[in-house]
């Protein structure tokens, strides 16, 4: 036999031997994961949640799980689905299943199967109500991540929002921004005409810190001018950055057209939601912030008495340095600005180089996501924002809240009931309202005052502060009638008493 003839039986071979692994795993996880709607107490059923979280942690978490010793894992330990010790020890097991090709293939499969089932029965998303079950719980599906409702489970629920709709598109483009954003939308805000030429099509989800160290970068946000910028949502974004979730969307053509960014809280203000998710911001703290929009431009030295008479003039409370790295920076008879912390150095320099990103963070969708409502104004005040050249069209604000709609009536009231208190707040700070770019934030060149802006965009910011006004008014009058009503309730018990 020559070498092109064994070649191709070795080769042959191998392709019968896959498929011979496909077809084993795919029927192990036809018997785990039956159609038919199961008892809860039963041991089917409890398999069948096992491959739920396995699908999950496909999805959100890049195939990593910990699955705790139970009947269940024994059980896929036996069908042949996992390599897992036996037996499995109380801290349980960490499972990569993307080493297990096989497996991964059929619980995509499969997974993908019941989500399309569920959509086409109009009966709750699969996923929605794991992360529902798992709202308070120490960790999501195994997955060891923090579960602060304003955190994790908030941003999970965000990115398999996308991803779903993506799965459930039906086009090859992916799914609208536009379409996506729609079930979400908080109440006065509508998704503005210039998302409609934008799609995603991200399919999985992976935490900021594994996308981080696989592409050996600064930053969690350098994954956006990857190849993969478009295809994964991260999400669990190191804190110094700003954004809690973040994907590149893409056009009609399927290229790389805008960065969005993702703020979660659970109540929050307007402001610090639209700052954390602005581009031009991210890695940067709130000293820093104060000194950009006060016009300092950090990392710059004035020597001598012309250093100390600048100080003097900005305030004591501008020259602030920055611990350690303002005072060994400090030479004598010097007053130095504080530099910027090397993430937002390594931001700067990749915004900078020849990597195509700048356009897309131009460009990028700003997107505040809160458990409970905004303020009355804040839709209104966005939506004519995103109209206007000079305003938020070139990169929109998107104000979204949970919604049975879009989440499921289980974790949508889950996510309520864990986050009850007074609706997010509005701002009027045109630093944060308005789109900025990397290099004006670096450079101190922000548009921070609504007279720095146009008469249209002047004029929103005046009605949002007359309704702001008007709802305060409204609040303090609704506080002295119900005060009201007690002392008068009050004494009439009282009356009656005697």
């Known amino acids: 036999m020559d070498a092109a003839s064994l070649r191709g039986l070795v080769l042959r071979s191998l392709d019968a031997g896959i498929r011979t692994s496909r077809a084993l795993c795919s029927k192990a996880i036809a018997e785990l994961w039956p159609e038919a709607p199961l008892p809860p107490v039963a041991a089917a059923a409890r398999s069948a949640q096992l491959c739920l979280e396995l699908y999950a ?88 991540l923090s579960t602060s409702v304003s955190g994790a489970v908030l941003e999970l629920a965000f990115a398999w929002h996308i991803i779903r709709a993506v799965l459930l598109a039906g086009d090859a483009r992916g799914a609208r921004v536009s379409s996506v954003l729609a079930p979400l939308a908080a109440t006065g805000w509508a998704p503005p005409d210039k998302l409609c030429g934008l799609y ?137 600005v504080p530099d910027w912390t090397p993430k937002r150095q390594a931001f700067d320099a990749l915004v900078a180089g020849d990597t195509g990103l700048a356009p897309l963070l131009d460009r990028a969708v700003r997107v505040a996501v809160s458990v409970n409502d905004f303020q009355p104004w804040a839709g209104p005040l966005c939506a004519a924002l995103n109209q206007l050249p000079a305003g938020s069209y070139c990169s929109p604000i998107a104000l979204c809240t949970s919604s049975a709609g879009a989440f499921g009536e289980a974790l949508h009231g889950r996510l309520r009931m864990l986050c009850t208190g007074e609706p997010a707040a509005c701002t009027d700070a045109g630093a944060f309202l308005l789109p900025q770019s990397v290099a004006a934030v670096r450079d101190s060149a922000v548009v921070s005052r609504a007279a720095d802006c146009s008469a249209e965009v002047q004029a929103c910011l005046a009605e949002a502060a007359v309704a702001q006004a008007a709802v305060a008014t409204i609040m303090r009058n609704a506080k002295r009638n119900a005060k009201r009503k007690a002392k008068r309730k009050a004494k009439r018990e009282a009356a009656a008493g005697v």
């Open 57 to 144: 942690a496909a999805r959100l978490h890049g195939g990593l799980a910990r699955l705790a010793p139970s009947d269940a894992s024994a059980t896929a330990l036996r069908r042949g689905l996992l390599a897992l010790p036996e037996p499995v020890d109380a801290a349980g097991c960490a499972v990569d299943l993307q080493r297990e090709p096989a497996s991964y293939a059929a619980i995509l499969h499969r997974g993908d199967r019941e989500l399309r089932r569920a959509h086409i029965a109009c009966t709750p998303d699969p996923v929605f109500a794991l992360l529902a079950t798992y709202a308070s719980a120490g960790s999501v599906a195994g997955f060891e």
């Open 200 to 336: 995603f099509t991200a399919t999985f989800a992976q935490e900021g810190s594994v996308l981080r160290a696989a592409a050996g970068a600064d930053t969690d946000l350098h994954f956006l001018a990857t190849p993969c910028g478009a295809s994964i949502i991260a999400v669990g974004i190191e804190a110094a950055a700003g954004a809690d979730v973040a994907v590149a969307a893409v056009d009609a053509d399927g290229n790389p057209a805008a960065a969005v960014l993702v703020q979660a809280k659970a109540q929050a203000s307007l402001l610090e939601c639209l700052r954390a998710c602005s581009p031009a911001w991210q890695y940067t703290a709130g000293s820093e912030r104060d000194l950009v929009l006060r016009g300092v431009r950090l990392g710059t030295a004035a020597a001598g008495g012309g250093g100390k008479a600048a100080a003097g003039a900005r305030g004591k409370a501008d020259i602030v340095a920055a611990g350690a790295r303002g005072r060994a920076a400090a030479g004598a008879g010097a007053t130095v």
